[in-house]
C-alpha cells in the first residue's frame, strides 16, 4: 500500500453541500480505520462568516450526516478529529487577494507540520476553478519545491469540448497535468474498479472479450428520482452531459481498453483514453437519428402517488425538450470490437435505481438444441452490477431435468455483501485517499475529457439544431419511451432490471 504524507487538504467552497455530506464523513471514516497520516489537517475556504468553532459544529459535531457515526464514538475521539479542521473566510469574492490565505495556510503547515504537502479541492461552480488557480499561483502555493501540490476539481469539467479545452488550457497556466485531479465519483465505486480485474486476471473473461465472441455490450444507468431540486442546472444539462459525457464513458473506457502494461496509473489511463480515441464519432445527422433515443418524463401516478412531469418541476422551462432520457447505440473502431455495437442508456424517473454492465456473448455457432427458449432467453451473458446489491451474475444454459434436451437459464453469481468482513469504501473515500497518496489511476486526465467531449458534441449538436429531432414522451415509472428497444438490433431488448442483481427482467415490476 502506498505511503500517506503529511499533508494539508483545502476546500475551496467549504460551506457548501458537498462538504458536510461527502467529503467531511469520508475523512472520519478515513479517520476511524487509520488512513489519515500523523500529521494532517483540513482547512476549510469559503465566503461565508465561520469560526473555526463554528465550521467544526456545521460539518462534525452538529452535522446531521455524521450524527449516526458520531453516536457509536467517545466525545474525545470526536474531538480529536474535530481538532484537525479549520476555517478561513475569503470575504465576498473567489477572486480576491489570497495574502490572508497564504498566512493561514503557512502557520497552520508550521503549527501542525504538514510539510508543505497541500492539496486544494475545489468544491465550486467550474466557473470558479480557474479564479482560484491564479490566485493560488499568485501567492506562490502552487509551486512544488518544497513539498507538493494537487489540485482536484469535480465535474461537470466543460460544457461542450470547446470549452472543456479551454479550462484545461486555464489550468495548465498555474498547474502541470500531474497535478490536476478531475474527480468523477462513479470510479471510486469498487465495481467499477472491480472491471479491471474481472477482465484482466480472470482467464476464463479474457480470451473471450472481444468481437470474436461477444454479441454486443449493454450498459444501463437508471435513477427512480426525478431532478428534484437540481431543476435549474438539470434542464441547462440534460442526461447526455449530466452522466453519458462522464460517468458513462468512464466506464465504457474500462470495459473497452486494451491490457495495459503494468497496473500504474499513467499505463491504465493510457489505455482509457485509447479506447475513447477509438469511438467511432458520429458526424452525420441520419446516423445520429438512427442511432440514439432522446425522452423526457412524464406526470404518472406512482404507488399512489402523483409524480410530476419533468416541464412541471421547479427550475424547468415550462416547453423544455431537455432530455431525461439518453440511449445511444455506437461502435468501437479497433481490433478487438470491430462490428461489436455498444448500447448504453442513462435516464430519470425509471422503475428501479440500478447501473449494471451485460456483456452479452454470441450464441453457439451451430445449434443442437432446437427446441429451447428463443435466442434472448438462452444467451450467455455476464452482468456486473456496480449498484445497488452490487456484486456479478453469470446467465448460462443447463438442462431441465426430464426427457428431451430443454435449455433453460441459470445463475451463477457472486454478492459483494457476502464478504462479511470487508469494509468497502465509500467512492468519495477512496478517491480522497488516491489523491493523497498520489495515485491517479482513477482520476480523468485532460486528453480523456476532451476525447469523451469529441464523441458527444455532434450529437449534442443534432440534437439542439437538427431539424428532425424528437423528444419522446415516457410515463414516470416506465422503462423509458415505447420505442426503446428500436435502438437494440435482431430479436434483443433492453434488460430492464430489478432492484436485486438476480431479478429475472421478465418479472420486474413496471408500474
Known sequence: MNKTSNQMLIIFGASGDLTARKLIPALFNLYKDDHLPEKFVVLGVSRSDLT???????????????????????????????????????????DTDYTNLAHRISDLNTKYGTENNYIYYLSTPPNIYETVAKNLHKQGLTEESNGWKRFIVEKPFGY???????????????????????????????????????????SIFEPLWNRNYIHHIEITNAESVGVEKRGGYYDKSG????????????IVSLVAMEPPIGDEAEEIRNEKVKALKSLRIMKDHKTIHDHTIRGQYLAAEINGEKVKGYREEEGVDPDSTTETYAAIKFFVDNWRWKDVPFYVRTAKRMPTKVTEIVIHFKSTHHQIFTDSAGITNKDNQLIIRIQPD?????????????????????????????????????????LLLDAMQGDATLYARADEVEAAWEFVDPILDYWQNGEDVVTYGYSAGVWGPKNADELIDGLYMWRNPGEHLADDPGFCVIK
Open 160 to 202: 461542450d469540448l470547446k470549452s472543456a479545452r479551454e479550462l484545461n488550457n486555464a489550468l495548465h497556466q498555474y498547474f502541470k497535468e500531474n497535478q490536476i485531479y478531475r474527480i468523477d465519483h462513479y470510479l471510486g465505486k469498487e465495481t467499477v474498479q472491480n472491471l479491471l480485474v474481472t477482465r484482466f486476471a480472470n
Open 52 to 94: 473555526d468553532v463554528s465550521f467544526r459544529k456545521k460539518v462534525v459535531t452538529e452535522s446531521s450526516y455524521l450524527e449516526e457515526d458520531l453516536g457509536k464514538e467517545e466525545k474525545e475521539y470526536v474531538d480529536k478529529f474535530a481538532d484537525k479542521i479549520f476555517y478561513e473566510d475569503l470575504g465576498k469574492s473567489y
Open 239 to 250: 442526461a447526455l452531459r449530466d452522466m453519458f459525457q462522464n460517468h458513462l464513458l468512464q
Open 390 to 430: 452490487e456484486g456479478i451474475l453469470i446467465k448460462f444454459g443447463v438442462k431441465v431435468p426430464g426427457q428431451g434436451f430443454k435449455v433453460e437459464r441459470t445463475n451463477l453469481d457472486f454478492y459483494y455483501s457476502s464478504l462479511s468482513d470487508t469494509n468497502l469504501m465509500t467512492a468519495y473515500e477512496r
